[in-house]
Nanobody, 127 residues
Framework: VQLVESGGGSVQAGGSLRLSCVVSPYIYVSSTCMAWIRQVPGKEREGVAA???????SYADSVKGRFTISRDNAKNTVYLQMNSLKSEDTALYYC??????????????????????WGQGTQVTVS
């Protein structure tokens, strides 16, 4: 297993959670873009946030100002800090990465559902 997520759980609306994704060293170093993507049963996967190697990040409009993606290169880990959670944030959250440099533009990348590497997901439930 090359990507392992953790940190999901149940929280009341307005609360916070921090998701973590430990990535195998080769994948972590080789990836041009690392992202969090979520899915609600019966709906399409949705890109939430993405980050490139120098820390520049991008966010879906629905989470801007509430979520923060970050990375710790010493720990091969990507984080998603989620604040002011809403019921509509309830989903299975996946960590995903891509080694494809064409997914980066202007120094940023976007979370895409066709990334090559995926974790198993961690459930976030907001009530």
């Amino acid at each position: 297993v090359q990507l392992v997520e953790s940190g999901g759980g149940s929280v009341q609306a307005g609360g916070s959670l921090r998701l973590s994704c430990v990535v195998s060293p080769y994948i972590y170093v080789s990836s041009t873009c690392m992202a969090w993507i979520r899915q609600v049963p019966g709906k399409e996967r949705e890109g939430v946030a993405a980050i490139v190697s120098d820390g520049r990040s991008s966010y879906a409009d629905s989470v801007k100002g509430r979520f923060t993606i970050s990375r710790d290169n010493a720990k091969n880990t990507v984080y998603l800090q989620m604040n002011s959670l809403k019921s509509e944030d309830t989903a299975l959250y996946y960590c995903a990465t891509s080694l494809d440099p064409t997914y980066c533009s202007g120094g940023y990348c976007r979370a895409r559902t066709d990334f090559e590497n995926w974790g198993q997901g961690t459930q976030v439930t907001v009530s």
